[in-house]
């Protein structure tokens, strides 16, 4: 039985299990236990506003935990953060190879720096960093390097051409979308929790996502990988690859569609992740969304 059959209750259960025995529960308790105290007082003073769906907010909290280089996602910096949290490479692996790109990391602070993830060896922080590259890696177009090669002709006056490599991108694919089913399940995991705190800001949501989801990273990248492990059987068809869209499916039901309107994953038709859904839910967060003080005007205009 895969993870995508469990009840809320049960996934959660075993995350929590995962982190008392890794050690990352306590900290983390106390650091949303931080927050808690200065988000009573905001939710003392808040106006019921609006319900708004609550993948959008955590979809840009993980976001916004991804490390960025020169303001850009960077593919070759986050492979070492990651092979580090797997601990796949030893840290002076990682120093060789960013010395042959020109970067002496013996040189790069441990914080502050866009590169002090390769110094820093809190992994904690590496772990985090990680799942958060990985989770919103599925929501970006992906290159044609991923799982096509160049293939050369006969003919010398011909350039070679651009053909799909089928095992590259089977194991593509089926990476694809061991990313999008964990994305699915711990963000619905993340939005139970977030629908028992009414009437904070989106920033304060946002915060809250933020914290539960480096409380459950080690949990989302062993999740990952069972979900890569358990679909190798699967078959993948690519349905569409363009500059727009990037659509396939696979034989055990589940439908994998990016365009414009971001990612959108069903599973048997039902939705699994997009537009809102989560595991065929939409989670709604009563929102304090309206400034104080707008709303004084509008109740001063309908008074008079």
Same mark, same amino acid.
């Given at each position: 039985?895969?993870?995508?059959?469990?009840?809320?209750?049960?996934?959660?259960?075993?995350?929590?299990? +995962?982190?008392? !025995?890794?050690?990352?529960? +306590?900290?983390?308790?106390?650091?949303?236990?931080?927050?808690?105290?200065?988000?009573?007082?905001?939710?003392?003073? @808040?106006?019921?506003?609006?319900?708004?769906? @609550?993948?959008?907010?955590?979809?840009?909290?993980?976001?916004?935990?991804?490390?960025?280089?020169?303001?850009?996602?960077?593919?070759?910096?986050?492979?070492?953060?990651?092979?580090?949290?797997?601990?796949?490479?030893?840290?002076?692996?990682?120093?060789?190879?960013?010395?042959?790109?020109?970067?002496?990391?013996?040189?790069?602070?441990?914080?502050?720096?866009?590169?002090?993830?390769?110094?820093?060896?809190?992994?904690?922080?590496?772990?985090?960093?990680?799942?958060?590259?990985? @989770? !919103?890696?599925?929501?970006?177009?992906?290159?044609?390097?991923?799982?096509? /090669?160049?293939?050369?002709?006969?003919?010398?006056?011909?350039?070679?051409?651009?053909?799909?490599?089928?095992?590259?991108?089977?194991? %593509?694919?089926?990476?694809?979308?061991? /990313?999008?089913?964990?994305?699915?399940?711990? %963000?619905?995991?993340?939005?139970?929790?977030?629908?028992?705190?009414?009437?904070?800001?989106?920033?304060?949501?946002?915060?809250?996502?933020?914290?539960?989801?480096?409380?459950?990273?080690?949990?989302?990248?062993?999740? /990952?990988?069972? %979900?890569?492990?358990?679909?190798?059987?699967?078959?993948? !068809?690519?349905?569409?690859?363009?500059?727009?869209? +990037?659509?396939?499916?696979?034989?055990?039901?589940?439908?994998?569609?990016?365009? %414009?309107?971001?990612?959108?994953?069903?599973?048997?038709?039902?939705?699994?992740?997009? @537009?809102?859904?989560?595991?065929?839910?939409?989670?709604?967060?009563?929102?304090?969304?309206?400034?104080?003080?707008?709303?004084?005007?509008?109740?001063?205009?309908?008074?008079?």
């Amino acid at each position: 039985m895969t993870a995508t059959w469990l009840s809320l209750k049960l996934i959660k259960a075993n995350i929590m299990n +995962f982190l008392k !025995t890794t050690g990352w529960l +306590f900290p983390l308790v106390l650091l949303a236990g931080c927050e808690a105290a200065s988000e009573n007082s905001s939710r003392v003073a @808040a106006v019921r506003g609006v319900e708004l769906p @609550a993948l959008p907010i955590i979809q840009g909290a993980v976001g916004g935990l991804v490390p960025t280089l020169d303001g850009k996602r960077n593919d070759m910096m986050m492979r070492q953060v990651c092979a580090l949290a797997r601990s796949e490479i030893t840290q002076e692996q990682v120093e060789q190879t960013m010395l042959q790109q020109g970067i002496d990391l013996k040189k790069i602070p441990q914080q502050g720096h866009p590169l002090s993830l390769l110094t820093n060896t809190d992994l904690s922080l590496r772990m985090t960093a990680c799942a958060a590259y990985i @989770a !919103t890696s599925v929501m970006i177009l992906p290159k044609t390097s991923e799982f096509m /090669v160049e293939v050369g002709t006969t003919d010398p006056e011909k350039s070679k051409v651009i053909s799909i490599d089928s095992q590259k991108l089977n194991k %593509f694919l089926s990476v694809q979308l061991a /990313v999008a089913k964990a994305d699915a399940d711990l %963000f619905a995991l993340i939005a139970s929790e977030l629908e028992k705190s009414p009437g904070l800001t989106v920033d304060q949501y946002k915060r809250r996502a933020q914290i539960s989801f480096a409380m459950i990273a080690p949990a989302y990248l062993q999740l /990952v990988k069972n %979900f890569y492990v358990s679909g190798n059987e699967n078959v993948y !068809t690519l349905l569409e690859y363009s500059e727009r869209n +990037f659509n396939f499916r696979s034989s055990d039901g589940y439908l994998f569609v990016l365009g %414009f309107g971001g990612l959108s994953l069903s599973f048997d038709k039902v939705p699994w992740y997009g @537009a809102g859904k989560l595991l065929g839910k939409t989670y709604m967060l009563d929102v304090a969304y309206f400034d104080l003080e707008l709303i004084k005007l509008v109740r001063g205009a309908r008074a008079d």
